[in-house]
T-cell receptor
Framework: EDQVTQSPEALRLQEGESSSLNCSYT??????LFWYRQDPGKGPEFLFT???AGEEKEKERLKATLTKKESFLHITAPKPEDSATYLC???????????FGSGTQLTVLP | NAGVTQTPKFRVLKTGQSMTLLCAQD?????MYWYRQDPGMGLRLIHY???????AKGEVPDGYNVSRLKKQNFLLGLESAAPSQTSVYFC????????????FGSGTQLSVL
């Protein structure tokens, strides 16, 4: 069974305190690994897609990386506006639908 | 550019009542999806459509029906609502299926009493 597991469930950081969010996946023949950001009361918003192990993508203070078993979302010197829930999703090779993790709720304190 | 629009934003139903959620997208996307989001469980796919006039079952289709009569609209119906269907429902669309990013609506909070 395809599974995507995110950790931790919640993370509180001080402004400027860098950290990483983890997404481990067990899907057969990964086609793509996606990161989304979700603000309270809103729908998820696309951040990154990663397709192969070793690939990295960056956007402002965020950098996503991918290995054969997991993906990390690194947050460098976060600001309060980075507070949100970050969702990870994977598309297995046998199916073309995304499997989502349950998310990491990030709070950045000023 | 509106993107993906969902109506209504909130709804309260009594057990056994029926309702329809409407999703409209203005990006000319072929693929549209309905998800539900529950605490601690992530987003789960209910039904999806790969084009006008086509629909398919996702991971949790029981108790729901869908229709895609026009390319820009995707309707989700609950014929006889149950408390287990209390959730936040999200519509999404994409240009490509599985390989492309999804564009989500802002969600519908549904409570079934």
């Amino acid at each position: 069974e395809d599974q995507v597991t995110q950790s931790p469930e919640a993370l509180r950081l001080q402004e400027g305190e860098s950290s990483s969010l983890n997404c481990s996946y067990t899907v057969s023949g990964l086609r793509g690994l996606f990161w989304y950001r979700q603000d309270p009361g809103k729908g998820p918003e696309f951040l990154f897609t990663l397709y192969s192990a070793g690939e990295e993508k960056e956007k402002e203070r965020l950098k996503a990386t991918l290995t054969k078993k997991e993906s990390f979302l690194h947050i460098t010197a976060p600001k309060p506006e980075d507070s949100a829930t970050y969702l990870c999703a994977a598309t297995p090779g046998s199916a073309r639908q995304l499997t989502f993790g349950s998310g990491t709720q990030l709070t950045v304190l000023p | 550019n509106a993107g993906v629009t969902q109506t209504p934003k909130f709804r309260v139903l009594k057990t056994g009542q029926s309702m329809t959620l409407l999703c409209a997208q203005d990006m000319n996307h072929e693929y549209m999806y309905w998800y539900r989001q529950d605490p601690g469980m992530g987003l789960r796919l209910i039904h999806y459509s790969v084009g006008e006039g086509t629909t398919a079952k996702g991971e949790v289709p029981d108790g729901y029906n869908v229709s895609r009569l026009k390319k820009q609209n995707f309707l989700l119906g609950l014929e006889s609502a149950a408390p287990s269907q209390t959730s936040v429902y999200f519509c999404a669309s994409s240009y490509l299926q599985g390989d492309e990013k999804l564009f989500f609506g802002s969600g519908t909070q549904l409570s079934v009493l």
